[in-house]
């Protein structure tokens, strides 16, 4: 038997959006951070599907609502490399997509990528932001 499998990549990335009282000059309580999560279909063979993105967020930090498309807290991005299309989704509390979702310090957040990864370079990437405690 012969078992083929996709090999994917995650990357977790951060970038401070303000400082939470004159700008944008660090990591300091009080200020708001982005997340980026991205899994990417990197080799193999065989599909990915029902992929999840999860994370724990520390106790530390605390997810903010309303931070997308005016009443959204994530942000999922699709990419298909066979039409070369993207294709982004705003998801608030409450969407089936949106597997764990809570505003409080320490709460997790999963998403549901709801597509199949199965070429070089498709993904599917969350963004959400948390204030530092």
């Not at 959006?17 to 980026?36: K, L, Q, R």
């Not at 993904?123 to 932001?129: G, L, Q």
């Amino acid at each position: 038997w012969t078992v083929n499998a996709p090999v994917l990549n995650v990357q977790k990335t951060q970038s401070l959006v303000s400082d939470g009282t004159n700008g944008i000059t660090g990591f300091i309580p009080g200020a708001i951070v982005e997340y980026t999560i991205r899994v990417t279909y990197a080799s193999g063979s065989g599909s990915a599907t029902g992929v999840i993105i999860s994370d724990n967020i520390p106790a530390t930090l605390a997810p903010l609502a309303n931070q997308y498309d005016t009443d959204k807290e994530v942000t999922r991005t699709v990419y298909d490399d066979t039409g070369t299309s993207t294709t982004t989704t705003y998801l608030q509390d409450g969407h089936a997509d949106l597997d764990s979702w809570g505003t409080a310090a320490g709460s997790d957040v999963a998403v549901d990528c709801n597509t199949t990864l199965n070429e070089a370079n498709d993904y599917c990437e969350i963004k959400f932001k948390v204030t530092i405690q």
